[in-house]
């Protein structure tokens, strides 16, 4: 299984989001064989976007969530509101909330635990600024990350956990990080997952995310160690997001035929 995910961040107004959700579904007509997309509106779009994508394979994520209990919050999200407009996704912990909205880890770790005692999927984000990257430091960095964020979830049984290794320096950059390090971070992640989470195989997956574009999307994706992609700027232009998408469907279908 192998997942495209498609950040929209704070652009588009409603009519917007709606022509760019029909263009997702017009690129992925004809497919048999698809991988799991998820398209991340704005929080105003989210439930005309539901709309559009009943009775698709694409389903709604969140780009963030408030805490789980309703009441005085104002300006937050609740996540039965999300569940109400559709949305079985959540990204958490993601570096511009992280950075802009200062999301600390515990905060990233609390707001985990709501998403999945709420019964969505998060999808969690890591990765280190460039400042670690140069000193040698990454993989510490973002294990850190990854035990602050997972200490003390409880999935329940079917629940699934993503994390998105997002490098804050490639993103939004035009160049992503070399594959070859994305691999090795992955299989950081996975091992960390397995060995300290118990978590198996199936209860997780793993994207890279960070300059994504339809020319480089299928190198990452026919590698059995990437699960997926998180994508922001190129999923806001259907050309590009179509190129990805058939890239994503040319790794499933070639999957299907062994
Ligand atoms: P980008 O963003 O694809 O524009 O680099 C990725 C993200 O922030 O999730």
């Known amino acids: ?6 950040n929209w961040k704070m652009n588009l107004g409603v009519r917007e989001s709606i022509a760019l959700a029909r263009g997702v579904l017009r690129a992925i007509q004809g497919h048999d064989q698809l991988p ?6 704005s929080a105003t779009a989210l439930s005309e976007v539901h709309k559009l994508l009943t009775r698709s394979h694409v389903l709604l994520g969140a780009q963030n969530a408030g805490p789980d209990k309703s009441g005085a919050f104002t300006g937050e999200i609740g996540l039965s509101q999300l569940d109400e407009v559709g949305c079985t996704f959540v990204i958490v912990g993601h570096s ?20 999945v005692s709420a019964g969505l999927t998060p999808i969690l984000c890591v990765g280190e600024p460039k400042d670690i990257r140069d000193s040698g430091k990454e993989t510490a960095y973002v294990l850190r990350q990854l035990s602050s964020a997972l200490a003390d979830l409880k999935l ?3 629940q699934k956990l993503l994390v998105a290794y997002e490098p804050i320096w490639a993103i939004g950059s035009g160049t992503p990080a070399a ?9 950081s992640i996975r091992k960390f997952l397995q060995e300290d989470l ?7 997956a793993v994207l890279y995310g960070g300059s994504i574009e339809g020319k480089n999307a299928y190198q990452f994706l026919r590698e059995s160690e990437v699960d997926g992609l998180l994508v922001g700027g190129a999923s806001l232009k259907i050309n590009e997001f179509t190129k990805i998408l058939e890239a994503a469907c040319d790794v499933v279908e070639a999957q299907a035929s062994v």
């Open 198 to 204: 118990h978590l198996s195989d199936e209860r997780f």
């Open 1 to 6: 299984m192998k997942y495209v995910v498609a």
């Open 156 to 158: 329940s049984r079917n």
């Open 36 to 41: 799991q997309i998820v398209v991340c509106p």
């Open 179 to 187: 594959l070859k390090d994305v691999l090795v971070m992955h299989e």
């Open 96 to 115: 511009e909330r992280r950075v802009h909205f200062h999301e600390t880890d515990a905060v990233v770790a609390e707001r985990l635990r709501a998403v």
